[in-house]
């Protein structure tokens, strides 16, 4: 019987952990740019009824009095102020979106790093694996049996 046992390798829990740890990162980075797209879907329906709003006031078919103008404008400033915010949501959360994506690719690669361990000490294993292998084969085939 060969010598060599079964392959492991003594950081596989590591590899698991940093593995659900990147899984963790993608899932952060969907998040972040889901919430970026509901921010520039919002700012877009937002511009679209300010200029909705504005072209209701060109067209002047409307009369005004004062009060409903004075409460109009209030919201078109109001409007304005949400573009404005969303504007700055949007800012911050592409740069949200920009660090969680350097996070997820540190962690990829420190998960690649672990694999390319992996695969390299499996490399060693099985070399080893074929020298018993061939040493067992060669003691039969000569008739040198180890009993």
Known sequence: M??????????????KVRGLREEQAKAEVA??????ERS????KETLELQSRKMAELAAGDKEWTPQDFI??????????????GFKQRIEEQEAAVQEKKEILKKRYQE???LEQL????????RR???KDTEKETESI????WNL
Do not use: C
Request: proline share 2%; net charge positive; glycine share 4%.
């Open 31 to 36: 998040r972040a740019q889901q919430e970026l």
């Open 111 to 113: 998960r690649r790093l």
């Open 2 to 15: 060969s010598p060599v046992g079964r392959f492991r390798f003594s950081l596989e829990t590591v590899l």
């Open 71 to 84: 409460i109009f404008r209030a919201y078109l400033e109001h409007l304005k102020t949400a573009v404005v």
């Open 118 to 125: 992996r695969q390299k000490h499996y490399a060693a294993y």
């Open 40 to 43: 520039r879907r919002a700012l």
């Open 128 to 130: 080893e694996l074929m």
């Open 141 to 144: 085939v000569l008739g040198r």
